[in-house]
């Protein structure tokens, strides 16, 4: 059970991390998504842009720490995933 803690709560803060280098890092609007020629071909809020990985991390990480052992590894991976997305948008607008 400390495992999940330490897990969830790393998740959790990394996440938060990302979030709060986002906001000072961000102009209003923010690239989110790229096409093959590598231009920017979608664009979001950065009051939408900022929130949306966060909220994946941290709900599947509250998910993973608190639900059955069943159910654990697909939470851990999704909370992996919203990290994912705070790292490709920074990425994406750097």
């Keep these: 059970?400390?495992?999940e803690k330490l897990i969830a709560g790393g998740l959790v803060t990394?996440?938060?991390v990302?979030?709060?280098?986002e906001y000072?890092?961000?102009p209003e609007w923010v690239a989110v998504q790229k096409n093959f020629?590598?231009?920017v071909s979608n664009w979001m809020?950065?009051?939408l842009a900022i929130p949306i990985p966060f909220l994946v991390t941290a709900l599947s990480a509250c998910a993973y720490y608190f639900l059955k052992q069943a159910s654990k590894k697909?939470?851990?991976f999704l909370a992996c995933i919203g990290l994912v997305m705070?790292?490709?948008t920074i990425i994406f607008n750097l």
């Design 37 to 39: 020629n590598g231009e």
């Design 45 to 47: 809020p950065k009051y």
């Design 1 to 3: 059970m400390k495992k």
């Design 86 to 88: 705070s790292v490709l």
């Design 18 to 21: 990302f979030a709060v280098a």
């Design 14 to 16: 990394a996440a938060l």
């Design 24 to 26: 000072f890092l961000f």
């Design 74 to 76: 697909k939470y851990l």
